[in-house]
C-alpha cells in the first residue's frame, strides 16, 4: 500500500521529471536512505524508474543532456573500464555510455587522456587529473557534436583504445548505424584507434542498417547486454556481456 510520502514522491517526479536522491530528500524532509527504500518500492510498482543518482518517470528518457545515469550504462562503463590502463589514451564516443564512464573517472581518477565528442563528459572530467580533449564539430541537440572526419581535431589522433556506440551489430554486414554522418566519424575514429572496441545492445545482434561502421573481423570487443540467443562472431573478437 502507497503511502502519503509515496504519493508526495510520485507527485515530485512527475512535476520535475527527474531528480536526484538528495534533492528528494531535501523536499520530503526525510534522510536519503528512506528515500531509495521508497524509490525501490515504486519501481517495483512500475511507478517510476530508477537511474544511477536518482529517479524519473516510467515514460522519460533523460538522455546525454541529463546528469542521472542508466544502470546498465553504468554497467557497460564499469566494464570497460577493467580493461583500461593508466597512461592511455582513450578515445571515448556514444551518448549513453560516455557520460557513464566519466561519471567513474571523475570519482576515481587515473592518468590518462580522454578524446571524446560529449559535452557533459568532458565538462565532467575537468578539473581531475586527466587530459581532456573535446573534438570540434556541428552539435547536435543531444549533447554531442558531430566531428569533421577530414578536420584535424581527427586527421592526426592516435589513441590506444577506442569506445564506440553502435545501433546494429550482424555477423555479415558488421556494425552499423542508421544515418551518414555518424557512420564516417565512427570509422574514422575506430581507424586512429590500436584497439577497436564497441558497445551494442544484445536485442540488436542480427539487425543492420544502411551505414556500415566496420567489419565485425576488424574489432576487438563487443560489450553487450544479456544476450538471448547464441551469436556468430569471429574467433579474434571478445564479447563481455554485462547484466543491467
Given at each position: 500500500?502507497?503511502?502519503?510520502?509515496?504519493?508526495?514522491?510520485?507527485?515530485?517526479?512527475?512535476?520535475?521529471?527527474?531528480?536526484?536522491?538528495?534533492?528528494?530528500?531535501?523536499?520530503?524532509?526525510?534522510?536519503?536512505?528512506?528515500?531509495?527504500?521508497?524509490?525501490?518500492?515504486?519501481?517495483?510498482?512500475?511507478?517510476?524508474?530508477?537511474?544511477?543518482?536518482?529517479?524519473?518517470?516510467?515514460?522519460?528518457?533523460?538522455?546525454?543532456?541529463?546528469?542521472?545515469?542508466?544502470?546498465?550504462?553504468?554497467?557497460?562503463?564499469?566494464?570497460?573500464?577493467?580493461?583500461?590502463?593508466?597512461?592511455?589514451?582513450?578515445?571515448?564516443?556514444?551518448?549513453?555510455?560516455?557520460?557513464?564512464?566519466?561519471?567513474?573517472?571523475?570519482?576515481?581518477?587515473?592518468?590518462?587522456?580522454?578524446?571524446?565528442?560529449?559535452?557533459?563528459?568532458?565538462?565532467?572530467?575537468?578539473?581531475?587529473?586527466?587530459?581532456?580533449?573535446?573534438?570540434?564539430?556541428?552539435?547536435?541537440?543531444?549533447g554531442y557534436t558531430l566531428p569533421e572526419v577530414s578536420s584535424q581535431d581527427i586527421r592526426?589522433?592516435?589513441?590506444?583504445?577506442?569506445?564506440?556506440?553502435?545501433?546494429?551489430?550482424?555477423?555479415?554486414?558488421?556494425?552499423?548505424?542508421?544515418?551518414?554522418?555518424?557512420?564516417?566519424?565512427?570509422?574514422?575514429?575506430?581507424?586512429?584507434?590500436?584497439?577497436?572496441?564497441?558497445?551494442?545492445?544484445?536485442?540488436?545482434?542480427?539487425?543492420?542498417l544502411p551505414y556500415r561502421v566496420s567489419s565485425l573481423e576488424e574489432l576487438d570487443t563487443?560489450?553487450?547486454?544479456?544476450?538471448?540467443?547464441?551469436?556468430?562472431?569471429?574467433?579474434?573478437?571478445?564479447?563481455?556481456?554485462?547484466?543491467?
Open positions: 500500500m502507497l503511502t502519503e510520502r509515496h504519493h508526495d514522491l510520485l507527485k515530485l517526479i512527475e512535476t520535475r521529471k527527474a531528480l536526484r536522491v538528495e534533492e528528494i530528500a531535501d523536499l520530503l524532509g526525510v534522510s536519503p536512505a528512506t528515500v531509495r527504500r521508497d524509490l525501490r518500492t515504486l519501481q517495483q510498482s512500475g511507478m517510476l524508474k530508477r537511474v544511477r543518482g536518482g529517479a524519473t518517470t516510467p515514460r522519460n528518457d533523460i538522455g546525454s543532456q541529463g546528469n542521472l545515469i542508466e544502470p546498465l550504462d553504468e554497467d557497460f562503463a564499469r566494464a570497460m573500464l577493467q580493461d583500461i590502463s593508466t597512461g592511455e589514451v582513450i578515445i571515448l564516443e556514444g551518448e549513453r555510455v560516455a557520460p557513464a564512464l566519466a561519471s567513474f573517472l571523475k570519482d576515481n581518477p587515473r592518468r590518462l587522456t580522454i578524446i571524446t565528442n560529449h559535452l557533459q563528459a568532458a565538462q565532467m572530467l575537468q578539473g581531475t587529473s586527466m587530459d581532456v580533449i573535446l573534438l570540434g564539430g556541428q552539435l547536435h541537440p543531444r592526426f589522433l592516435i589513441a590506444n583504445q577506442a569506445f564506440i556506440e553502435v545501433e546494429g551489430i550482424h555477423p555479415q554486414a558488421g556494425i552499423t548505424v542508421s544515418s551518414p554522418e555518424p557512420a564516417r566519424y565512427k570509422r574514422e575514429l575506430l581507424g586512429h584507434s590500436m584497439r577497436k572496441n564497441v558497445i551494442a545492445l544484445g536485442r540488436n545482434y542480427g539487425i543492420f563487443w560489450y553487450t547486454d544479456q544476450l538471448q540467443n547464441p551469436v556468430q562472431v569471429p574467433q579474434g573478437l571478445k564479447v563481455i556481456e554485462v547484466h543491467g
